[in-house]
């Protein structure tokens, strides 16, 4: 058999071998940076996080993060949707992106009780606006370290649940579960030059579970015993090509 029956029966093989997967995951953590020159405002535990400008002109940053290991090694992320739902809104429509976090953060004790806008003091390794972890290391960039690029963006408006989804989010995904550590989750930006544009959305910890996040992961990934078969086949075309076979 030649090499090249050799590699369409292995390309065969993986393609009807391959099993498609879905999976829900919720937040592992969130938080919001609340902006403040002194950088100890957090909300780790708080029933909700912050994205925007506020009426009084002071910006609010969220962050979420997802763990990804009950995805199987070695899945192709083929699509990734994130529904967050927003539960307070002053302002019309307004583009709100996903941007990724170039650096670890925390999520610590802090609960701002209330509508927790204002946020709180942050507890030992919170995130806050200077702080990647409150008492420890700092943002590079004051108000948080991100990817300029928006990996998905969504225009939110007034109370509901809200889906981010593209093939950037996926991409991002992706490069997490390849290479876990470097899994800083999202930033969540509102309409930061526009006043009165903050928007709250339900946390991870919030009392009402059908509002928290959850992040919905489309993906495919080897039966088991394929990628040794294909790599059998190949050996095997090698050595008959070497042989003259």
């Keep these: 058999m030649h090499t090249t029956a050799f590699a369409i029966l292995a390309a065969g093989l993986f393609a009807s071998s391959a099993c498609a997967g879905v999976a829900t995951l919720a937040a592992s953590a969130d938080n919001t940076l609340y902006e403040d020159e002194t950088g100890i405002l957090s909300n780790g535990q708080g029933e909700s996080f912050f994205a925007g400008r506020t009426a009084l002109e002071v910006l609010r940053r969220g962050l979420i993060r997802f763990d990804f290991s009950a995805i199987p090694a070695g899945s192709t992320i083929t699509n990734v949707s994130l529904t967050l739902h927003c539960t307070r809104s002053i302002s019309l429509a307004e583009n709100m992106t996903l941007h990724r976090a170039l650096q670890s953060w925390g999520e610590g004790a802090s609960n701002a009780l209330g ?26 960039t004051i108000g948080g370290d991100f990817d300029a690029t928006a990996s998905a963006t969504t225009p939110v ?13 996926a991409t991002d995904v992706q490069g997490w579960i390849d290479n876990p550590s470097s899994n800083n989750g999202w930033f969540l930006l509102g309409a930061e030059d526009l006043v009165a544009s903050a928007k709250r959305f339900a946390s991870r910890e919030n009392s009402d579970e059908l509002l928290r996040p959850s992040l919905n992961i489309e993906y495919v990934v080897p039966a088991p015993g394929v990628v040794t078969l294909f790599a059998f086949i190949a050996v095997s075309a090698c050595k008959r090509r070497r042989s003259g076979g």
């Design 115 to 140: 509508e927790g806008g204002r946020g709180v003091t942050a507890e030992a390794g919170d995130a806050t606006w200077i702080h990647r972890f409150s008492g420890g290391q700092t943002w590079t």
């Design 157 to 169: 408006a007034g109370i509901g649940s809200y889906v981010w989804t593209s093939q950037l989010l």
